[in-house]
């Protein structure tokens, strides 16, 4: 390896807050569900959850979808989520395409008096609405 090589390979994070943990388990408890699966979509145009227009960067704050899925959807989930991170609320698939668009340290949290879920990291926050979205 180059000694000038830069180091590119980091490794994305994905956690939940206490606040967005117990909210989440309270909507998915009042739905019957147990045995799910998440995706964190950025949902851009080519999302296989959403029928949106075209992909524009330029407002965020609507692209952001936490999809929650019922386990057995694991093995036909679409091959866009083709990333795995293992998280303080269970496994989470993302697109490695758009990682660019998340942090290093992703943290899914919860305002009662703010935004209700969003997404925050080590820089701030990337999105004061995140998209809660049973498909079951």
């Not at 180059?2 to 980091?10: G, M, N, V, Y």
């Not at 909507?27 to 075209?54: H, R």
Request: proline letters at 1%; a negative charge; glycine letters at 6%.
């Amino acid at each position: 390896r180059s000694p000038f090589s830069i180091e590119r390979e980091k490794t994305m994070e994905i956690s939940f807050s206490e606040t967005a943990k117990d909210k989440l388990l309270k909507l998915m408890n009042e739905k019957g569900l147990t045995d799910v699966f998440f995706v964190m979509d950025y949902a851009d145009g080519d999302s296989p959850f959403y029928d949106e227009g075209g992909g524009c960067h330029c407002q965020v704050n609507e692209k952001y979808h936490l999809v929650i899925l019922k386990k057995e959807e694991e093995s036909t989930l679409h091959r866009k989520f083709d990333k795995l991170l293992e998280t303080n609320l269970g496994k989470v698939y993302v697109s490695s395409r758009y990682e660019m668009m998340f942090d290093q340290k992703n943290v899914v949290d919860y305002s009662v008096d703010k935004y209700g879920f969003y997404l925050k990291s080590e820089a701030g926050i990337l999105s004061m609405r995140l998209n809660i979205d049973f498909i079951a």
